[in-house]
C-alpha cells in the first residue's frame, strides 16, 4: 500500500505560481524510486485529467499540452516527494489537483493505470 499527500495548494491571482508538493510513504517493501509518480486535475463538473508524470527519476517527463511551458514536474526519490511547479496560472487551471502513483511500466498519461491516489489539494486561480 502507498499513501500520498498533497500540499501546496490555495488560492493566487491569474498570472501567478504555485507549487504543489506530494508526499509518499509506502508499506510492504516497496520504495518510492520504483513508482511512476504523476500528477491530475479535476475542475468542477468535468472528468480527472492528465497534467503530467515522471516515471521515475532519469527517465522521460510527461506533460499535457496546457502543461507544457508553464508547469514543472519533479521528483526527490531521496526525500520521497514529487512537486509541481505551476507558472502563469490561469483561471482554467482551478481544479483539485491529485498526486498518482502506479508501478506499472506504461499508460502514465491514463488514469486508469495509477493504483494510488492522494485526497487532492484545491487550487483556485482568480481573474
Known amino acids: 500500500q502507498v499513501q500520498l499527500v498533497e500540499s501546496g495548494g490555495g488560492l493566487v491571482q491569474a498570472g501567478g505560481s504555485l507549487r504543489l508538493s506530494c508526499a509518499a510513504s509506502?508499506?510492504?517493501?516497496?520504495?518510492?524510486?520504483?513508482?511512476?509518480m504523476g500528477w491530475f486535475r479535476q475542475a468542477p463538473g468535468k472528468e480527472r485529467e492528465f497534467v503530467a508524470a515522471v516515471p521515475r527519476s532519469g527517465g522521460n517527463i510527461y506533460y499535457a499540452d496546457f502543461a507544457k511551458d508553464r508547469f514543472t514536474i519533479s521528483r526527490d526519490d531521496a526525500k520521497n516527494t514529487m512537486d509541481l511547479k505551476m507558472n502563469i496560472l490561469k483561471p482554467e487551471d482551478t481544479a483539485v489537483y491529485y498526486c498518482?502513483?502506479?508501478?506499472?511500466?506504461?499508460?502514465?498519461?491514463?488514469?486508469?493505470?495509477?493504483?494510488?491516489w492522494g485526497q487532492g489539494t484545491q487550487v483556485t486561480v482568480s481573474s
Open positions: 509506502a508499506a510492504s517493501g516497496r520504495t518510492f524510486s520504483t513508482l511512476a
Open positions: 498518482a502513483a502506479t508501478s506499472r511500466w506504461y499508460g502514465y498519461t491514463q488514469r486508469r493505470f495509477y493504483d494510488y
